[in-house]
C-alpha cells in the first residue's frame, strides 16, 4: 500500500532545538535542532517505511490569516539566533536525503500539509502527519493519522478518529470549533474568555458545532457562560476561522513529486561526518572514517543477588545510579558494572551487604571507569566504603576536551560518539514529579547499557584528549583533584546554629526600623515586596522618573534603583531593605536548613565540569557567593568554627592571582617588574595612567587605576568603564589608551589572543584547558565582541584556576607529608581555608604559603597571604 508522511518541519525543528542541549560541532556550528529532527525523522522512516515522504516549512512570518487577525501569533518570542541558523543545515539534510521539502508564500506548513492529506487519501494513500501542534488533529480522518509529539522528540501518540474522540469527546472536524471556543495563547488567538476546554467540549456534545452553540445561545445553562458567549460571538467565529487548516491551498507539488527512495546518499554520509553525527552515520551502517564499526549492538545484562571474582575484574566500567543532585543525601538506586566478562546489575542493599563487591570497590588494583567519580566516592564513603581504583572519569574527560559539554547526560555524551543504545535518565526515569524507578528488569537493563558505554567511551576519550594535548590536564590535575574534592566535601565544615538563628533575629530588627523609615518617607505604609505597589509610591506618589516601564507596570529592579540613588533618601533605604532580606532568607535561613544533623556540619557540592573557564562552583549550599562586601555578609563567616576544641580557622588567598597570570601570559616587562619588586599594582597604574610619582598618587587615582586593572582582564570598553566610575566615556577611552600605552605587552596579548581565537575557534589556558568561542567570527557585532571579550579573559582566568587546582592536590600531599591533623575544608575563588590544631598553626604558617606560591612557574612571583581566627570571619 501507497503511504505517505508528512511532517510538520518548523515546529518539530523548534521542537528539536529546546528539547536537546545547545550542542555544537567542532568548527562551533550549532547542530542540536538538527541531530534531534534527523533522529526523529530516521525514526519515522524506519517505523513507517513510507514510498512518499515530505517535510513542509512556513515560508514567513505573515500568512492570510494576518490579514483577517493582526494580531495572529502576536506576543511569540523571537526565533533565536542559534536556532534560526539551524535552518539551512536542515534544509541542506533534506536534500541529501532525497527528501522533498515545500514552502508556500502566504501560507503555512499545516495548510501545505492539510491539502496535501486530503489529496492522497482521496487518492488511496495511508497517511501520516508527525507534529507537535493539536491543531492537526483537525486533519484525522479515515486514512489519515497524526502522531502527536507528547515530549521531547520521538516519544509520539497515534491519533486516529477513535483515538480523538477517546481524549476530547467529539470527531476530529470538531477542533477548529473547540479552538473557536477555548482559543490558542500559543498561537495569540483569544476565543471566548473564561471558557476552557471542559466548557467547550460540553458546550460542543450538546450544539456541535459553534455555529450550533450561537444559534442555541439562549439554551446554555448559566448566567455568566452565557453573556462571555454572547459577548464574544464576533471573537469566537473568527478564532474559528483562523483556526481552520486550509486543505485546498494552491500547492502546486504533486504526490507523485513526494516519492522517496530510502536511499541514504554520500552526500548524506559527508554532511553527518561534517556536523559530528558519528552516531546517525553508524545507523547506516557506515564505519567512522578510523574504521571502526557501530557500537550499537544489544547489551546482555545480568541481574545478580551477589558477585563471583570472575565477574570482579580490572578494568571494569561501574555506575553508581542515585536520582537527585545532592549526592550527599541522596538514594543509590542501584549498580552496574560492564569489563570483560560481562555486564552485571545488582540492587543497592544486596550490593552495599555483598562483602566481595565492597572489596573490590576498595582495591586500588582494580581500575574503575566511573561517570562521575567524585559523586560516587562521596556517596558510597557516606556508606562506609572507601571507592579506590578510580582510573578515568568520563565527566571530566569530555569536558575537559569541550566545557559545552558540561553536566550533559551519559546517553549524549555516548551518542555524539558513535553508542546509541542508550536513553537519558530524564527519559528513563522521567523529570520532576513524575521521576520514578521503572518496575521489574527495566533499570537494571538501563544502567547495563551506561555501565558497556562508559566501558566503550573510555579509549575514545582517551584519544581525544591526547589529539588536544590534555591528557596530562585530566590525569595529573583534574582526576587527583576529584579525590581531594571528595575528601573535603565528605569531611565539611562545622557551623554554628545558634550563631546564625542570632543573626537572623538581629537582621529582623535591623529590617523592621528600615521598614518603618521607608513608610515614614513615603508617607504611607504598603507593600515594599510588591513592585506593583513599590513602583506606583515611587513614580506617582513620589513623582520620581521612572527609567524603565513593563508590561505589568514601572520597573523596580535593582538596576533601576541604582540609577535613582541620590534622588530621594527612600531608594537607599529599600536598596538596604532587600539586600538584608536576601541575605536573611538565603544565607541565615538556607544555611540552617543544610546543616547536617548527624555531623553538625555543612557538606557543600563542588562542581568540578561546569564553569567555562575551569573554575571550581559550590551549591547545596554555595558557600562561594556570601556577600561579604556588606559587613552584614561578612558576618555570616562567624557561624562557621573549626569542628575540635583547641583548633582555629586557617585562610590562605593569593593576591592579584590573576594580574599575575596576565603579566606572565602578556610578558609584559613593565608590568612583571611591578611584581617582582612586590610594588602595589594599583598604585603602579595610577602613577603610569595619570604621570605622576608615588606619594602623589590619592585614593581616587588608585580607585580608578584598579578599575582599569581589573575591567581589563574582564576585556572592559570605556562604556563598562565609564558606568563603573561614574566618569564620561571620552575620559574612560582616555584611561584605557593610557593603561595600554603603559602596558603595550598586555596590548599586545589582547589583539593575538583574539586573532589566534578567530583562526583556531578556541582559546587555552596555561595547562591546555580549552575553551570554544563558536561566536567569534560571528557577523553579529554584540555576539563577536562578547567573544572576543571571552577570548582576552578565558586565559588568564582558567590560568588562574589551574593554579589554585595544583595548590589543592600538592597541599592535600603535603599534609599526608608531614603527617599534620590538619584539614582542608574549603576552595572559595582564590582563598584556601583550614581547620589546625593550635600546635600545627607555625608549621602551617610556613607550608601553606609555600605550596601555594610554588604551584606552577610563572615569571612573576606568586604572593599568598595567611592568617587565622576562633571563626571564618575572624581568620580574614
Known amino acids: 500500500m501507497k503511504k505517505l508522511v508528512l511532517i510538520d518541519g518548523n515546529n518539530v525543528v523548534y521542537r528539536a532545538f529546546f528539547a536537546l542541549p545547545l550542542l555544537s560541532n567542532n568548527q562551533g556550528m550549532y547542530t542540536n535542532a538538527v541531530y534531534g529532527f534527523t533522529m526523529m525523522l530516521m525514526k519515522v522512516i524506519e517505523e513507517e517505511k513510507p514510498t512518499h515522504l515530505l517535510v513542509a516549512f512556513d515560508a514567513g512570518k505573515t500568512t492570510f490569516r494576518h490579514e483577517t487577525y493582526k494580531e495572529y501569533k502576536g506576543g511569540r518570542q523571537k526565533t533565536p539566533p542559534e536556532l534560526s541558523q539551524q535552518f539551512p543545515l536542515v534544509h541542506e539534510l533534506l536534500d541529501a536525503m532525497t527528501i522533498q521539502r515545500y514552502e508556500l508564500d502566504n501560507y503555512e506548513a499545516d495548510d501545505i500539509v492539510g491539502t496535501l492529506a486530503r489529496k492522497a487519501s482521496n487518492d488511496g494513500f495511508d497517511v501520516r502527519i508527525v507534529t507537535g501542534d493539536k491543531d492537526y488533529l483537525q486533519l484525522v480522518d479515515e486514512g489519515v493519522r497524526v502522531s502527536l509529539i507528547r515530549k521531547g522528540i520521538t516519544d509520539t501518540v497515534d491519533y486516529d478518529v477513535d483515538k480523538v474522540k477517546e481524549r476530547y469527546a467529539i470527531n476530529p472536524h470538531e477542533v477548529i470549533d473547540l479552538k473557536g471556543l477555548m482559543g490558542d495563547a500559543s498561537d495569540n488567538i483569544p476565543g471566548v474568555p473564561g471558557v476552557g476546554e471542559k466548557t467547550a467540549i460540553k458546550l460542543l456534545k450538546q450544539f456541535g458545532t459553534i455555529e450550533g452553540v450561537y444559534a442555541h445561545v439562549d439554551e446554555v445553562t448559566g448566567k455568566k457562560l452565557k453573556e462571555k458567549l454572547e459577548t464574544n460571538k464576533d471573537q469566537a467565529l473568527l478564532s474559528k476561522k483562523i483556526a481552520t487548516i486550509d486543505k485546498d491551498a494552491p500547492v502546486e507539488l504533486t504526490i507523485d513529486s513526494c516519492s522517496y527512495s530510502h536511499e541514504f546518499t554520500d552526500r548524506l554520509k559527508d554532511l ?110 557516606w556508606r562506609g566504603i572507601k571507592l579506590q581504583g578510580i582510573a578515568f572519569d568520563v565527566r571530566l574527560a569530555t569536558y575537559l576536551i569541550d566545557t559545552s559539554e558540561a553536566g550533559q547526560d551519559l546517553a549524549l555524551l555516548a551518542t555524539k560518539r558513535g553508542i546509541s543504545n542508550i536513553e537519558t535518565d530524564d527519559v528513563f526515569y522521567g523529570k520532576g514529579a513524575k521521576r520514578k524507578i521503572p518496575e521489574g528488569e527495566a533499570q537494571a537493563q538501563h544502567l547495563g547499557r551506561k555501565a558497556s558505554a562508559l566501558l566503550q567511551l573510555e579509549p575514545k576519550l582517551i584519544q581525544e584528549l591526547i589529539e588536544n594535548k590534555q591528557k596530562e590536564l585530566l590525569f595529573e590535575l583534574e582526576l587527583p583533584l576529584a579525590r581531594v574534592l571528595a575528601r573535603m566535601e565528605y569531611t565539611g565544615i562545622k557551623a554554628s546554629s545558634e550563631t546564625l538563628k542570632a543573626m537572623g533575629e538581629e537582621l529582623d530588627r535591623t529590617l523592621d526600623v528600615i521598614e518603618h523609615d521607608i513608610y515614614a518617607m513615603a508617607g504611607v505604609t504598603f507593600n515594599i515586596n510588591s513592585p506593583k505597589q513599590l513602583g506606583e509610591i515611587l513614580f506617582e506618589k513620589l513623582q520620581l522618573p521612572p527609567v524603565k516601564k513593563t508590561k505589568t507596570g514601572y520597573s523596580t529592579a535593582a538596576d533601576v534603583l541604582e540609577k535613582l540613588r541620590g534622588r530621594h533618601e527612600v531608594i537607599g533605604k529599600i536598596l538596604d531593605f532587600r539586600q538584608l532580606g536576601k541575605l536573611k532568607s538565603t544565607y541565615v535561613e538556607g544555611l540552617l536548613k543544610v546543616i547536617h544533623p548527624e555531623t553538625g556540619r555543612v557538606h557543600t557540592c563542588y562542581n568540578q565540569a561546569l564553569t567555562q573557564t575551569g573554575r571550581l562552583s559550590s551549591t547545596d549550599p554555595n558557600l562561594q557567593n556570601i556577600p561579604i562586601r556588606l559587613e552584614e555578609g561578612r558576618k555570616i563567616r562567624k557561624a562557621f568554627l573549626p569542628s575540635e576544641a583547641g583548633w582555629q580557622i586557617f585562610s590562605a588567598d593569593y593576591s592579584q592571582i590573576e594580574l599575575r597570570v596576565l603579566a606572565h601570559i602578556a610578558d609584559d616587562d613593565n608590568l612583571k617588574q611591578a611584581f617582582i619588586e612586590d610594588m602595589d599594582i594599583h598604585t603602579k597604574t595610577a602613577m603610569d595612567v595619570f604621570g605622576v610619582e608615588k606619594d602623589e598618587v590619592t585614593s581616587l587615582m588608585r580607585r580608578h587605576a584598579k578599575a582599569v586593572n581589573f575591567g581589563i582582564i574582564y576585556g572592559i570598553s570605556d562604556y563598562g568603564l565609564s558606568q563603573n566610575l561614574g566618569i564620561t566615556r571620552k575620559d574612560a577611552a582616555h584611561f584605557i589608551e593610557k593603561y595600554l600605552q603603559s602596558y603595550p605587552g598586555v596590548h599586545r596579548y589582547m589583539e593575538n589572543i583574539v586573532r589566534q581565537a578567530k583562526t583556531d575557534g578556541y582559546v587555552t589556558t596555561l595547562l591546555n584547558r580549552r575553551r570554544y568561542l563558536p561566536d567569534i567570527n560571528s557577523r553579529n557585532f554584540n555576539s563577536r565582541s562578547f567573544a572576543e571579550r571571552t577570548a582576552m579573559n578565558t586565559p588568564i582566568q582558567g590560568s588562574a584556576a589551574d593554579v589554585i587546582k595544583k595548590a589543592m592536590i600538592n597541599m592535600d600531599q603535603r599534609l599526608k607529608d608531614e603527617k599534620l591533623e590538619a584539614r582542608m575544608l574549603l576552595q572559595v575563588h582564590d582563598e584556601l581555608i583550614f581547620e589546625v590544631p593550635e600546635q600545627e598553626l607555625e608549621v602551617m604558617n610556613q607550608i601553606v604559603p609555600d605550596v601555594m606560591e610554588h604551584a606552577i612557574k610563572l615569571s612573576v612571583p606568586l604572593k599568598v597571604e595567611s592568617s587565622y581566627g576562633p571563626t571564618w570571619y575572624d581568620a580574614k
Open 272 to 381: 553527518f561526518r561534517e556536523l559530528g553525527f558519528q552516531s546517525l552515520l553508524n545507523k547506516l551502517e557506515v564505519p567512522d572514517p578510523d574504521g571502526h564499526a557501530s557500537e550499537t549492538a544489544a547489551i546482555s545484562v545480568q541481574t545478580v543477588t551477589e558477585f563471583t571474582a570472575e565477574q570482579l575484574v580490572s578494568p571494569s566500567a561501574l555506575v553508581v545510579q542515585m536520582l537527585d543532585e545532592n549526592y550527599h543525601y541522596a538514594a543509590i538506586t542501584g549498580f552496574a558494572i560492564s569489563n570483560e566478562a560481562g555486564t552485571f546489575f545488582m540492587e543497592t542493599e544486596q550490593a552495599i551487604k555483598d562483602e566481595c563487591f565492597r572489596r573490590w570497590l576498595e582495591d586500588p588494583e582494580m581500575k574503575k571507569v566511573l561517570l562521575d567519580s567524585k559523586k560516587a566516592e562521596v556517596a558510597l564513603k
